[in-house]
């Protein structure tokens, strides 16, 4: 299959850090590829990189069969770009955001005139269409600003983070609308901190730390890889007692226990002789549920807080 987006041995480097190191991936046609990893693991120096804002020290890129940076304003003409920060202008209506950006890639004024209409009604703005930004909710100038990023009807888009922020019902409009995309054959680079929309949207995830790809597949084939299929949470009490039972004999019920401030996880393949103890410890709460891919990204990547910068 050829590839739509092809990234060879990328490596970045700011003075004696190596931010990005020998990283390599590909996109086809129609896919969805999470990026995802914790502060500081490097997404945002390959996002720049992808968009020939930062030039590797190492490696190469491949976009709709042409090199990056060489012929970098040849492929942002046929890419779409949602950042992580809106950058809409204030002074603008929805439909003059639309308007102007769409003429930096020398669109014609009627042929964008005919476009503007449909993308607001793809964006559900139609209501909103001389409506400045700052009169819109958080999810209205997230949605428009994806429709601007389609202005150009592109094959590729990089999302940044395109959530960020929204509240579950804006976040679950911007899902709809990116499987929209993904049905109509568009490709997308994604990357997000919310593990259950990686989950949702990702056909493939890659999972980098310090610049590096640690894992790399199918959201729910990494689960099976890496993790036992059950977790059984324990928390409540005096807040301290469930962190001793991961040190009791009840730990030998489980495969693995971690601790995060007063919870315990246990992972297990059998869950019930775990549930039937832990059933006599009356003042703790339990939840049961499979395992999940942000139990996946902890256990890659650690519990420890990651802070920006």
Request: hydrophobic residues 40%; proline residues 6%; glycine residues 10%.
């Given at each position: 299959?050829?590839?739509?987006?092809d990234?060879?041995?990328?490596?970045?480097r700011?003075?004696?850090?190596?931010?990005?190191?020998d990283?390599?991936f590909?996109?086809?046609?129609?896919e969805?590829?999470?990026?995802?990893?914790?502060?500081?693991?490097?997404?945002?120096?390959?996002?720049?990189?992808?968009?020939?804002?930062?030039?590797?020290?190492?490696g190469?890129?491949?976009?709709?069969?042409?090199?990056?940076?060489?012929q970098?304003?040849?492929?942002?003409?046929?890419?779409?770009?949602v950042?992580?920060?809106?950058?809409l202008d204030?002074?603008?209506?929805?439909?003059?955001?639309l308007?102007?950006?769409?003429r930096?890639?020398?669109?014609?004024?009627?042929?964008?005139?005919?476009r503007?209409?449909?993308?607001?009604?793809?964006?559900?703005?139609?209501?909103?269409?001389?409506?400045?930004?700052?009169?819109?909710?958080?999810?209205?100038?997230?949605?428009?600003s994806?429709?601007?990023?389609?202005v150009n009807?592109?094959?590729?888009?990089?999302?940044?983070?395109?959530?960020?922020?929204l509240?579950?019902?804006?976040?679950?409009?911007?899902?709809e609308?990116?499987?929209q995309?993904?049905?109509?054959?568009?490709?997308?680079?994604?990357?997000?901190?919310?593990?259950?929309?990686?989950?949702?949207l990702?056909?493939?995830?890659?999972?980098?730390d310090?610049?590096?790809?640690?894992?790399?597949?199918?959201p729910?084939?990494l689960?099976?890889?890496?993790?036992?299929?059950?977790?059984?949470?324990?928390?409540?009490?005096s807040?301290?007692?469930?962190?001793?039972l991961?040190h009791?004999?009840?730990a030998?019920?489980?495969?693995?226990v971690?601790?995060?401030?007063?919870?315990?996880?246990?992972?297990?393949?059998?869950?019930?002789?775990?549930?039937?103890?832990l059933?006599?410890?009356?003042?703790?709460?339990?939840?049961?549920?499979?395992?999940?891919?942000?139990?996946?990204f902890?256990?890659?990547t650690g519990?420890?807080?990651r802070?920006e910068?």
């Open positions: 299959m050829t590839l739509l987006f990234a060879q041995h990328l490596t970045k700011y003075g004696d850090q190596t931010v990005v190191n990283l390599s590909g996109i086809a046609p129609g969805c590829l999470g990026l995802i990893g914790p502060n500081g693991a490097g997404k945002t120096t390959t996002i720049r990189m992808c968009l020939g804002l930062t030039v590797p020290d190492a190469q890129i491949t976009a709709l069969g042409m090199p990056m940076p060489e970098a304003q040849a492929i942002k003409a046929q890419l779409g770009v950042s992580q920060f809106d950058t204030p002074d603008f209506s929805c439909a003059e955001n308007l102007v950006f769409g930096y890639f020398g669109l014609p004024t009627a042929s964008l005139r005919e503007i209409p449909g993308l607001l009604t793809f964006a559900a703005l139609s209501h909103k269409a001389q409506a400045k930004p700052g009169e819109l909710s958080g999810g209205m100038r997230r949605r428009l994806l429709a601007r990023a389609l009807d592109p094959q590729l888009l990089l999302l940044d983070e395109p959530t960020t922020g509240d579950p019902q804006a976040r679950h409009l911007m899902w609308r990116l499987q995309l993904l049905q109509q054959g568009k490709s997308i680079l994604l990357t997000t901190h919310f593990m259950d929309e990686a989950e949702r990702c056909h493939r995830l890659i999972v980098i310090h610049g590096r790809k640690i894992a790399e597949g199918p729910r084939a689960i099976a890889e890496h993790l036992e299929p059950e977790v059984v949470e324990v928390y409540g009490g807040g301290q007692e469930a962190q001793s991961a009791s004999p009840l030998t019920l489980a495969s693995r971690e601790v995060s401030g007063e919870t315990a996880f246990f992972y297990t393949r059998q869950a019930a002789p775990l549930l039937a103890e059933a006599q410890h009356h003042h703790l709460r339990t939840l049961h549920r499979p395992a999940n891919l942000e139990d996946l902890l256990k890659l519990r420890q807080i802070e910068g």
